[in-house]
């Protein structure tokens, strides 16, 4: 499978599990068989999909990468903030709005964002996989990619698990047969999240991985997320959307992460045309797409 179609799975991918799992997010079933409804029983709103800050923030990434030949922290800082004041961001999260206001306001990069426990969210694993594609990628530059709104090491570990996940497609160490999970245990630092892969390692539901915890948490957000991504290969992406929304959580980060390394394993072909179609009819489809063809034109890729 050529490069080029599992990038456009990738962020493909990513963006479907964003948009279905947001009409999902939060969303409690409430036993309502006793309910007395006077003027009938309303009917349920069918969920919409909309697409929000995993996908806008992802897309600011990997533009980050299209506009500028040398990568540094201060690219991608500049790129989000871009993103920020030009309104293309949906959602934001209490960190990454806390950074990208000290970033208007002309402060550096190293000393926006949070700190210590609360600053272990998912926000920098939902936008880190362009990196993954981007040969000799440091782990200091992930981890300060992540610092600018979360720095903590948790979250840089959950945007380095994301990577590695990718990587692992890409290379070809992960074809859908291995266990992911196992793979990336040695590869990460001694941390709670790497505590929560062993934990899981062995076990097949996920419905038993999401009663671990299915927050913004990034030690249950991106576990779960990779263990999902996991079963791509014997669920098919549509039912490894749905076993993920069904525990419930942070549904839009979960399953635009899932959608991600799932992505880049089957590639662009290999997302069902139901799942494309709905994506399609989204204003951002074609931004999105845009987006993808100008970073596959950067890297050449077609070429090869």
């Known amino acids: 499978?050529?490069?080029?179609?599992?990038?456009?799975?990738?962020?493909?991918?990513?963006?479907?599990?964003?948009?279905?799992?947001?009409?999902?997010?939060?969303?409690?079933?409430?036993?309502?068989?006793?309910?007395f409804y006077p003027f009938g029983k309303p009917e349920k709103e069918m969920p919409t999909w909309r697409i929000t800050d995993d996908t806008q923030l992802t897309i600011a990434t990997c533009e980050a990468i299209i506009d500028n030949t040398e990568l540094t922290t201060e690219t991608f800082a500049h790129k989000y903030l871009e993103f920020f004041k030009q309104r293309k961001i949906r959602g934001i999260g209490a960190s990454t709005l806390k950074a990208l206001r000290e970033l208007e306001a002309g402060a550096h990069w190293s000393l926006t964002g949070r700190k210590g426990e609360y600053a272990a969210g998912n926000g920098a694993a939902m936008r880190i996989a362009p990196t993954a594609f981007i040969k000799n990628i440091s782990h200091t530059l992930i981890r300060e990619i992540s610092n600018i709104t979360h720095n903590n090491d948790e979250a840089y570990v959950g945007a380095l698990a994301v990577n590695?996940?990718?990587?692992?497609?890409?290379?070809?160490?992960?074809?859908?047969?291995?266990?992911?999970?196992?793979?990336?245990?040695?590869?990460?630092p001694d941390t709670r999240l790497r505590d929560r892969l062993i934990d899981i390692r062995d076990i097949e539901r996920l419905a038993e991985i999401g009663n671990l915890g299915n927050d913004g948490y990034v030690v249950n957000s991106v576990p779960l997320a990779i263990a999902a991504a996991n079963q791509v290969a014997d669920l098919g992406m549509e039912q490894m959307f749905n076993q993920l929304i069904e525990t419930g959580g942070d549904t839009d980060t979960n399953a635009s992460i899932a959608g991600q390394i799932a992505g880049a394993l089957i590639g662009r072909n290999g997302i069902p045309e139901s799942l494309m179609k709905k994506l399609a009819?989204?204003?951002?489809f074609e931004w999105i797409n845009k987006t993808i063809k100008a970073f596959i034109q950067k890297q050449n890729w077609e070429q090869n």
Do not use: P
């Open 1 to 35: 499978m050529r490069i080029s179609d599992r990038f456009s799975g990738c962020i493909i991918g990513g963006a479907i599990g964003d948009a279905y799992g947001s009409s999902y997010e939060n969303l409690n079933e409430v036993e309502d068989e006793h309910t």
């Open 164 to 188: 590695l996940s990718i990587q692992a497609a890409i290379n070809g160490e992960w074809t859908g047969k291995e266990n992911l999970i196992a793979i990336l245990i040695d590869q990460i």
């Open 281 to 284: 009819a989204l204003n951002e």
